[in-house]
């Protein structure tokens, strides 16, 4: 396909889905590479925007310089921006309270923390580009499965029966995300290799170690 007919068909793909106002965007073919130009009035439309090129039968590449400018939100400032970051985040179901820290810069979102699933990073996300006002969304929120104490416990209780001389004298507590040592050993080297393995373990993000040796 030759960049001309790319062209009309990148433009007609635009023009034919609802989510973008194609009106105001500019399109660009040089060998199957599409740049977009020109502007939209929301963040989610200007990912819409690539999306839909992307799509398109002949497209190699896109280079998306689109700016979002909404007339209403001029005179916004990031603090009323951040307001309302704060507040959408809040009302979605989707969204666990108080995993997510936000940063607003000229109208750049930055999403922070963590989530226990990729549906809720994404639901954040999504929540945010919707918003007059936004620019662009940053989405640095980690996923992290919650940890199951059970779990924790039956992966040390396998490590130390393969590395203590006697694991029965070592007492496992997991409380959280910290995994509790407590009892004592004959080695001081025994106390290192079970504090190691509990440190090895996924989801662990604190070892209170208080073994005791036996001498």
Not at 106 to 130: E, H, I, M, N
Not at 161 to 174: E, G, S
């Amino acid at each position: 396909m030759n960049d001309r007919t790319l062209h009309q068909h990148v433009l007609a793909e635009l023009e034919f889905d609802p989510k973008v106002d194609a009106a105001h965007i500019g399109v660009a073919v040089r060998d199957g590479i599409v740049t977009l130009s020109g502007h939209v009035a929301t963040y989610a439309e200007k990912v819409a925007a690539a999306r839909i090129v992307q799509r398109v039968r002949g497209v190699r590449a896109v280079v998306e310089e689109i700016e979002v400018r909404h007339p209403a939100d001029q005179n916004t400032g990031d603090e009323e921006r951040a307001a309302r970051v704060v507040k959408v985040l809040a009302w979605n179901v989707q969204v666990p309270d108080g995993t997510v820290k936000v940063k607003v810069e000229d109208g750049r979102v930055t999403l922070d923390g963590c989530v226990p699933w990729y549906y809720q990073r994404a639901a954040a996300q999504s929540a945010v580009a919707k918003l007059a006002g936004v620019r662009e969304v940053l989405n640095l929120l980690a996923v992290k499965p919650p940890v199951r104490p059970s779990d924790v416990e039956a992966k040390l209780r396998t490590a130390l029966n393969r590395t203590a001389r006697d694991p029965d004298t070592i007492t496992v507590r997991v409380e959280g995300d910290t995994v509790i040592l407590d009892g004592c050993v004959d080695l001081w080297r025994e106390r290192q290799l079970a504090e190691r393995a509990a440190w090895s373990i996924p989801g662990v993000h604190a070892v209170a170690d208080r073994l005791k040796l036996a001498w």
